[in-house]
């Protein structure tokens, strides 16, 4: 079992889809807290209708989303804060009822995590995926 990740930061639709469909994803699982995006075509009524064109399915679990604070660290790369805010919510019910449905999800269909920033070093779906990693076996790849 694999479980892909995926940001969108410097992508367009076009080249997320041709991504996600060549590592044969069936379904992403947005992890950002707030489902909206200036980008063109991220914010979750689009993208989740683009996805469905495609085949692919979407589910959106705000619960692993990074609070407020630990975005705005994360903007002003203050990457180890911004772990350590995640790390302090992911002990929510919250967090916890949303981390199981994803590892759900990463067990019934090849599955990728999606947020914004390109590199998944210096996001939370890092750390997403780790925990998945560690309650399924799974190996993680970054696209």
Do not use: W
């Not at 995006?37 to 993208?47: E, N, P, Y």
């Not at 495609?54 to 407020?68: A, F, N, S, V």
């Amino acid at each position: 079992m694999i479980l892909s990740t995926i940001g969108y930061e410097s992508a367009t639709l076009p080249d997320v889809i041709g991504r996600l469909r060549a590592a044969g994803v069936a379904v992403i699982v947005d992890v950002r807290a707030v489902a909206a995006s200036r980008r063109a075509g991220f914010s979750k009524t689009v993208l989740r209708e683009s996805l469905a064109a495609e085949g692919i399915g979407y589910e959106h679990l705000p619960g692993l989303g990074t609070p407020k604070p630990g975005r705005e660290a994360a903007r002003k790369g203050r990457i180890a804060e911004m772990a350590a805010i995640f790390s302090e919510h992911m002990r929510t019910p919250e967090a916890q009822d949303a981390l199981a449905l994803a590892i759900a999800i990463a067990r019934r269909n090849p599955a990728a995590l999606l947020c914004f920033e390109a590199c998944a070093s210096g996001c939370h779906r890092r750390i997403v995926s780790g925990l998945i990693r560690e309650a399924t076996g799974c190996d993680v790849r970054d696209l």
